[in-house]
Each structure stands twice: as C-alpha cells, then as structure tokens.
C-alpha cells in the first residue's frame, strides 16, 4: 500500500517535533500560492478562482502519491502559457468552452501520466536534454514577458504572438496609462526587494496586498486601472467536460506535449531538492502522481499542473518534513477561496502583471547560453533553435522541435561518438589516451583503437572509414590492429557486419585485426553472425594486455605490454 500511497508510510514513522514544522512550511507555501495561483490564471485566461481550484484538490491528491517529500504541484508559467497557446485558437473566444477543452486537457494529460508511471514510462525524462529544457524554458519567459508587458502598461494588446505583439506594443505606446505602470513597477520594486532582503517572505503576497491597498486608497480605478473583477466563495464541485470526440481530436497531440512538460519540470525540481537531502526520487511514481494530481484539476474546476519551483523552494526553506506540507497548504487555500475571497477581487490586473514578469525573468537563464558556448556549440544551437521555435512558430510545434532535436543530439553523438587511441606510459599500468597523456606512447607496430558507443547500422560506416583513415593516416605503419570493446555497448546486426568488412578490408592491407574485451551481448551475437569464423576465435582476447602481448610474440617481439586496463 505504501508504494502506491508513500505519504502512508511517512506517516507510520511521523514524529511529533515535525507538526510544527509542517504546519508553518504549510502556511509558507499558501501565502505564496495564493496569489500566484491567481497570476497564473489570469496568464492562462482563466477566472481567478480556476487558479484557487488547481491549488486545492491536485495538491492534496499529489501528497498523496508522490514520492518526493519536498515538491509542491499547482499552476506554473510554462504550462499556463502552453495551455493558453494550445486551448484559445480552439475555443473561438468562447470562455465556457475554453474552460471545458482545459478540464478535458488536464484530464488526458493525467491519464497518459497514470499509465506512463504505472508502465514504467519514467525514464523519458532523461532524454528532455538540459539544452533542450534551457531553450525551452527561455523561450515560454520570453513570450510570458512580452505578453504580460501591455497589461503592465494598461494596453489591452490584440496579438498573442511575440513578433506581431512587440510590433504592436511599440506602435501603441502613446497609449501608456501611466497609473498602471507606476502600480506595476511599484510591484515589481516590492517583489526584487523581498527576494533580495527577505528571501522567506511571501513576496508575491506582500506585494499584492500593497498594490490592492494602493489602488483602493490613490482610487486608481478612476484613473483606468483595471482589478480582476469578483471571485466567487466556494469550493470546486466535481464536473464533467464535454468536449466531444471533435474537442478530444484537437487537444490530445498538445496532451501529449503537456505531459512532456509538465513531468520533466515537475522531475528536476523534485530530483534538484531532494538531492539536498540525500533522498532518491522514483520516476514512475512522480509520473503517476503528477497524473492523478491533474486528472482531480480536471475534475474539479482547474486546469493542468506541474512542480511549482517557488512554492517547494518556499517549503524547503521553511523546515517542511513530509507531504503534510501539501496538506495544511491545500487546506489554507480552500479557507480562502471559502470565507476571504471577496477581498480578491480587489487585486489590479497590472499587479498580476509584475508578479508573472518576475517570476518568468526567473525561468531565464541566459548565463546558460555562455556557458554552452564555451562547453558545445552543437548543444548551443539546440538550445538556440528550441528557444527561436517557441518564440515564432508556437509552444507546442516549439515543444515538438525540442523533443526531435533532443533525438537528433543522441543521434549524433552515437553517429559520430568519441574514439579513442590507446598506448602505454613507460613505468605505469594500463594503457592511456594518447592524445590526452603526454606521455603515452604506441605500442610499435600496433593501433589499439577504441570506438566509445554502439556500433550500430547508422554509424557503421563512420566506424569502418574512421579506423581505416587512421591505419592510413598514422606514421607507425600498423601491421596490426587491437580493436577495444569495452565501450561498444550495443551492436546490432548492421555493426557485426562491419566488424567483419574491416577484417576483411584490413587484411587487404596487410594490417591484422585482433578483438579484445567482447561484452557477453556482443560475444552471443557474434556467434549468430559467424564473427569468430571471420576473425578467428584465436584473436579474440578478454583483456586489452592478452590481446597486444599475443601480437607481440606474432611479431617476434617480448612480452611487455603493460598492464590491462
């Protein structure tokens, strides 16, 4: 039971001493999900309250089954803008189908999650590259940024897309209320200055409070600064979006995307902090708890949610010991979306505004650009293609670019892997890169070469013109080859083929070709292939030192040929 529920058995073991510390981590992370809640609402298009409804139930459900002790889920700016790029062009301008395809959204993504985790499908966040995830990340700041710039300046601007919204914005700037933008700089100013003086402090909730309070004792709505409008009391009933089989067609590719998203986002922030305590995070369970967390966001009035990284770091920081956290923060949020929702509707649009800026100059991370630069080029073009595709064709073809140029990344790094020439340091055991110890030097006579990935049909070819450039190429005039295995670790039957066309082409050189160090895998699968027939079971060895010292004595030379590897 407590695989599937793991808050269960945190419980069974819960101390006393811990309540106080949940309680207040609780109430930490209510006074900033609150307000942000409400923020990422408003980024998505949504009524205020849908941000209160996704920051209850999911959350609760989520401390249920998750496995990390520290994340907390709700509302997060690069889904909200995913949602909102994917849902509005489908609803037509219709609110109350909009709100229907987002229930049926998050009710799909869910149960792609619940059967992912449950089919242990987890390990796909592993191929979300940081490259990838970094331009992915810049690129929804990007956009958040530009979009929430005309409400900071009280334009109501028309174009959704970055380009045609900058062009606007600049076209329009006559028509800049200037009440709006000191509100929304003076927000600004208030949430720079609680994470600079006051990082435990609910910056988000201070800052909102001041800007209601400024706006209701300047009467800046006289002056053209917009509120939110009413939020209504209550708690989300339980309801069922009918969205058609048409609706279903037109969101379930983007289902997909969200699913992608929201698991890898929610999985490095919950992996980043539970590395602080030395804890372990199981992919299949975050996969399935993340998925049940947005199918009662469906449900129950919300919308899709992923890991909050402002509210955990909030929960963190605050002391919080187990998924309780989640609890008591759940709870605080209904008590104010029952009995305290009124002064809600108090909270000015170009606030929410600054509130969503400052939280998405955080998600850039420009820095990672230069150090790309200074690392990989390559992964800084990927970075860089992921960024310029959110930015100008839309976040889910944006989304579908990264994932392609993530394979693309391994594809590449299998197709043109690092290789290796081995030799000896006089006095020393083993055998090194020659290229990178100086002091290395080749075995006469012989190339002990060593191909650093699997040998498969796409790279085959790589495998045989690399290996025979280098036996024409080098001024050691191999009589024989000493081809390393370690690292091949796969071979399919397109790469056990090239390894008997370069016995075969080797041999027409003059220049013999012994293996050394078959994996098991490879050994089964050269049996199939004949390989030993080809090459010669003779001149396969399982040590590097077996294999040099055999083609030593074949040379008329002595037997020193340092030590195996």
């Known amino acids: 039971m ?41 980024l998505a298009g949504f009524p205020p309250e849908a941000g209160l409804y996704a920051s209850m139930l999911p959350v609760f459900v989520y401390a249920l089954f998750g496995s990390s002790r520290q994340l907390v889920v709700g509302p997060d700016a690069a889904t909200c803008a995913m949602i909102a790029a994917l849902l509005l062009p489908l609803a037509g301008g219709d609110l109350d189908h909009y709100l229907r395809l987002s229930a049926g959204l998050a009710i799909t993504a869910g149960l792609i999650m619940v059967v992912g985790g449950t089919t242990r499908m987890g390990f796909i966040v592993n191929f979300f590259a940081r490259p990838i995830l970094v331009g992915f990340l810049n690129g929804i700041a990007i956009s958040i940024i530009v979009g929430q710039l005309g409400k900071l300046l009280g334009i109501a601007i028309e174009n959704r897309d970055v380009g045609p919204a900058i062009v606007e914005l600049v076209h329009r700037l006559g028509e800049v209320n200037v009440w709006s933008l000191a509100l929304g700089l003076g927000t600004l100013a208030l949430l720079i200055g609680a994470k600079r003086f006051a990082p435990r402090a609910p910056g988000a909730l201070i800052a909102l409070v001041a800007a209601g309070v400024a ?23 339980f309801d069922l979006p009918r969205i058609g089989y048409e609706g279903f067609q ?60 402002s509210r955990t770091a909030v929960n963190d920081a605050s002391g919080g010991k187990t998924q309780l956290v989640s609890v008591f923060a759940a709870l605080a949020t209904a008590v104010v979306a029952l009995f305290l929702a009124a002064p809600l509707s108090a909270l000015p649009v170009a606030g929410l505004a600054a509130v969503l800026i400052f939280s998405a100059w955080g998600l850039l991370d420009l820095a990672a650009y230069r150090q790309l630069w200074r690392i990989d080029r390559f992964e800084l073009w990927l970075a860089g293609l992921t960024t310029l595709g959110v930015l100008t064709i839309g976040v889910l073809p944006g989304v579908v670019i990264a994932i392609l140029l ?59 013109s690399r290996l025979l450039s280098l036996v024409e190429q080098t001024t050691l005039r191999p009589t024989w080859v000493v081809l390393s295995t370690e690292s091949i670790t796969q071979l399919d039957s397109t790469g056990a083929q090239a390894l008997k066309d370069i016995h075969g082409q080797l041999k027409a050189r003059g220049v013999g070709l012994v293996v050394a160090r078959p994996k098991l895998y490879m050994r089964k699968y050269g049996q199939a292939m004949r390989l030993g027939e080809t090459i010669g079971q003779e001149n396969i060895f399982f040590s590097i030192r077996a294999a040099v010292e055999a083609v030593m004595r074949r040379q008329g030379r002595g037997r020193d040929a340092g030590a195996d590897a």
């Open 2 to 42: 407590t695989q599937w529920i793991p808050l269960l058995g945190d419980l069974r073991h819960y101390q006393p001493a811990w309540l106080s510390h949940d309680l207040v981590a609780g109430l930490s992370v209510a006074a900033v999900q609150i307000p942000t809640a409400i923020a990422y609402a408003n």
């Open 215 to 237: 706006v209701y004792g300047l009467a800046m709505t006289r002056h053209g600064v917009q509120l939110i409008g009413e939020v209504p009391s209550g708690l989300p009933g």
């Open 250 to 309: 037109g969101i379930f590719m983007g289902a997909i995307g969200l699913v992608i998203v929201s698991f890898t986002s929610g999985m490095l922030t919950a992996r980043s902090f539970a590395a602080r305590r030395g804890e372990t995070i199981n992919p299949d369970q975050e996969m399935r708890a993340i998925g049940f967390a947005n199918v009662a966001s469906g449900f129950f009035g919300g919308f899709a949610i992923t890991g909050a990284d």
């Open 406 to 464: 993530a394979l693309i990344n391994v594809l590449m790094r299998i197709y043109r892997p690092q290789d290796t020439l081995l030799g000896v340091v006089p006095g020393l055991d083993g055998y090194n890169d020659l290229a990178f110890s100086p002091e290395a030097k080749p075995v006469p006579g012989i190339i002990i070469y060593r191909f650093d990935a699997p040998l498969l049909f796409f790279n085959a070819e790589h495998f045989k």
